[in-house]
């Protein structure tokens, strides 16, 4: 599985952006697509995800402010962001992994740069 992400860029303080991931190759149904982001020095940390079968989970600072949709006909997850914050400033990535299969597969897609200016 490959994944291609886009949307990322810059932005002020309050405003908002849209994050988009496509994932091509051998996608089964059963599978989680998510986005993670990672600053400097920092650990990657989830952002938000959503199983195929619709279930999301939020980490607590976005909870409100962000938005994960998928489309299962197209393989996209998007990341719908709004009032953005300076902290939200980071690289994200997009995310697949498997539920169902063991071993569990799991894959990164290329990161993309989110900056929140004042």
């Known amino acids: 599985v490959q994944l291609q992400a886009s949307g990322g860029g810059s932005v002020r303080s309050g405003g908002s952006l849209r994050l988009s991931c496509a994932a091509s190759g051998s996608i089964v149904s059963d599978n989680v697509m998510g986005w993670y982001r990672q600053g400097p020095g920092d650990q990657r940390e989830v952002v938000a995800s959503m199983t195929s079968s619709g279930s999301t989970h939020y980490s607590n600072s976005v909870k409100g402010r962000f938005t994960i949709s998928r489309d299962n006909a197209k393989n996209t997850v998007d990341l719908q962001m709004a009032g953005l914050r300076l902290e939200d400033t980071d690289v994200y990535y997009c995310?697949?992994?498997?539920?169902?299969?063991?071993?569990?597969?799991?894959?990164w897609g290329q990161g993309t740069l989110v900056t929140v200016s004042s």
């Open positions: 995310r697949y992994w498997t539920i169902s299969i063991v071993p569990q597969y799991k894959v």
